[in-house]
């Protein structure tokens, strides 16, 4: 089954203490991509990844780091948390950004306390 | 940089047709996509208009217009399913990377 997997789904953590968001697709996508997702905001852009060692900064990079070392992984790093990260994220993948369509996964509610 | 806006509830009745407006600022784009999004699911895609003009799928429509900054998501024949947050998106002009309205919320009353 094509799809996108997150983990993990849910975490709660403390202010300062690094963590890490897997994201897996095996569809073959070459393009990968982070969210952010609060109430009234819709969907931020956080970071993108057009292909291995390709990435590139979305609309709120602030507090994140990604790394993409093989094509079908693309991680979500949080060095030092903070509360404002709170949030519901979201990756997802896509084979071709002409066609304006974008794989989601699950999502992953993490709570920084 | 990228500005879309949406109305953030509207509410229609089993069967009826309703359409979801996506209005935007934009220095340029590739295309206008829309986005279903179920309480506590992921978003998954409906439809993407490239050019100008209706695309039709099923149920659901979508309608561009580049030279009024405007595009809209048609549903018709509601079901009670359809109840969910829509989002309108862009892929900014030279760039890979996607911008999502603030997202509308549909509810279906029976």
């Known amino acids: 089954e094509a799809q996108v997997t997150q983990n993990p789904r849910y975490l709660i953590t403390v202010t300062g203490k690094k963590l890490t968001v897997t994201c897996s697709q095996n569809?073959?996508?070459?393009?990968m991509s982070w969210y952010r997702q609060d109430p009234g905001l819709g969907l931020r852009q956080i970071y993108y990844s057009m292909n291995v060692e390709v990435t590139d900064k979305g609309d709120v990079p602030e507090g994140y780091k990604v790394s993409r070392k093989e094509k079908r992984n693309f991680p979500l790093i949080l060095e030092s948390p903070s509360p404002n990260q709170t949030s519901l994220y979201f990756c997802?993948?896509?084979?071709?950004?002409?066609?304006?369509?974008?794989?989601f996964g699950e999502g992953s509610r993490l709570t920084v306390l | 940089g990228q500005s879309l806006e949406q109305p953030s509830e509207v509410t229609a009745v089993e069967g009826a047709i309703v359409q979801i407006n996506c209005t935007y600022q934009?220095?340029?784009?590739?295309?206008l996509s829309w986005y279903q999004q179920h309480d506590g699911g992921a978003p998954t895609f409906l439809s993407y208009n490239g050019l100008d003009g209706l695309e039709e799928t099923g149920r659901f429509s979508s309608f561009l217009s580049r030279s009024d900054s405007y595009g809209y998501l048609l549903l018709q024949e509601l079901q009670m399913k359809d109840s969910a947050s829509y989002f309108c998106a862009v892929r900014a002009l030279g760039g890979q990377n996607f911008v999502f309205g603030p997202g509308t919320r549909l509810s279906v009353l029976p």
């Open positions: 934009t220095s340029g784009f590739y295309g």
């Open positions: 997802a993948s896509s084979l071709r950004t002409a066609t304006g369509e974008l794989f």
């Open positions: 569809m073959n996508h070459e393009y």
